[in-house]
């Protein structure tokens, strides 16, 4: 997906000195990130920062978050052919842009019906067929596509929503921030039958997770 060659050169930059240098491995992600024009998932008078260490504004109070986090996210998961992921609070649609170089399938939901809209457009002008972009909230995630083996969240509610979790196929990932004032990003593995392993990566900072709230 050739978009001349500052773009090209830029990537090369960001992936060299921002993930690889930071311990990112996984080759087929680092070709992911390799790929994918990050700038034309920012707006266009941000796009001279979209290669930068640090996350852009998308408007609606979001942002995309700085390569590393997404590229973390994206090797804790795990994302591999045959999968299908979910891509919950896609924003500006980059993270589904990635999962979809890595996975079968990728569902992408987001509470915000604007920026769903400019993320399923950015996907289908870039030829990412295999992504289903559709307004939807963490809270209820996507239950007509589950199971997934691949969940990521971009945004951090204080607890995890429980429909996440129920959509999560055995042998899936989930990575999601979690937290209000101090916030953690967390994995969750889940292994047979219900039984999860939850695993605490790092200290992270990601905006609120909006929409609905917990059950019950």
């Known amino acids: 997906m050739s978009d001349g060659s500052r773009e090209e050169r830029a990537r090369a930059i960001m992936v060299r000195t921002q993930l690889e240098a930071r311990g990112v491995r996984d080759p087929r992600v680092l070709e992911a990130f390799g790929r994918v024009p990050r700038h034309l998932f920012v707006p266009e008078a941000l796009r ?56 079968d399938t990728v569902v992408a939901i987001e509470v915000l019906p604007a920026l769903a809209a400019l993320a399923a457009r950015r996907l289908e002008a870039l030829r990412y067929d295999n992504v289903t ?11 007509e596509h589950a199971p ?3 969940i990521i969240a971009a ?4 607890e995890v929503p429980p429909a996440l ?30 039984r999860l392993r939850r695993e605490t990566i ?15």
Not at 63 to 69: D, E, K, W
Not at 133 to 143: C, F, H, N, Q, T
Not at 202 to 216: D, L, W
Request: glycine share 14%.
């Open 48 to 103: 001279d920062a979209a290669y930068e260490d640090h996350p852009v504004a998308i408007g609606h109070g979001q942002t995309i978050s700085q390569p590393y986090i997404v590229a973390l996210m994206t090797e804790l998961a795990g994302p591999r052919e045959g999968e299908r992921a979910l891509d919950v609070g896609t924003g500006s649609g980059y993270q589904a842009a990635i999962l979809a170089e890595l996975c």
């Open 133 to 143: 972009v559709r307004v939807g909230d963490a809270w209820v995630g996507a239950p």
């Open 148 to 150: 997934y083996d691949v």
């Open 155 to 158: 945004a951090a509610p204080a």
């Open 165 to 194: 979790l129920e959509q999560l196929a055995v042998g899936g990932r989930l990575v999601i921030p979690l937290g209000v004032a101090a916030q953690e990003l967390v994995l969750f593995s889940r292994e047979r039958g219900s």
């Open 202 to 216: 790092t200290g992270v900072r990601f905006v609120p997770m909006v929409g609905g709230r917990p059950r019950g």
